[in-house]
Structures are given as structure tokens and as C-alpha cells.
């Protein structure tokens, strides 16, 4: 076996890896702001806090993830 197939292996799933947050962060933008999300705006600073997006987008994770390992 070649001995650069690791390294050749590696960058792959690094370049998978790159496209799913690629397309995670055009999707992620077209997210609605839920109920428990926290957006505090002063004159010229807006911080906006992603409780209940990311508490949604842990459970759908963590089912996905639960399904895939099942199989």
C-alpha cells in the first residue's frame, strides 16, 4: 500500500467534512428565530444568543445520530 493513502484519506473526509458545514451555514441562515432565543440590541452593539435554535438543532442531532448508529 501506498504509504501517502492515510494522508490521502485524511484529506477526504476533511473535504467532506468542509462541504456538510458549507451547507450547514447557508441553511442555518434561513433558520427562524425561536421563542427562546435572546437578540439584545444597544446603539451600537447587537448580541444575539441561539438557546432554543440550538437546543432544537441538539435533539434533531441527536436523533439522526441515534438512528444512523442503530445500523
Keep these: 500500500m501506498n504509504e ?3 494522508v490521502g484519506r485524511m484529506l477526504m473526509v476533511f473535504g467532506v467534512a468542509l462541504l456538510v458545514i458549507g451547507a450547514l451555514m447557508t441553511v442555518i441562515g434561513k433558520v ?11 446603539d451600537t ?3 444575539y444568543i441561539p438557546l432554543a ?3 432544537v438543532l441538539s435533539v434533531v442531532l441527536t436523533l439522526v ?3 444512523l448508529a442503530r445500523r
Excluded at 427562524?32 to 444597544?42: F, M, Q, V
Design 32 to 42: 427562524p428565530r425561536l421563542p427562546g432565543d435572546i437578540l439584545i440590541r444597544r
Design 4 to 6: 501517502f493513502a492515510p
Design 45 to 47: 452593539v447587537v448580541v
Design 53 to 55: 435554535t440550538s437546543l
Design 65 to 67: 445520530f441515534s438512528l
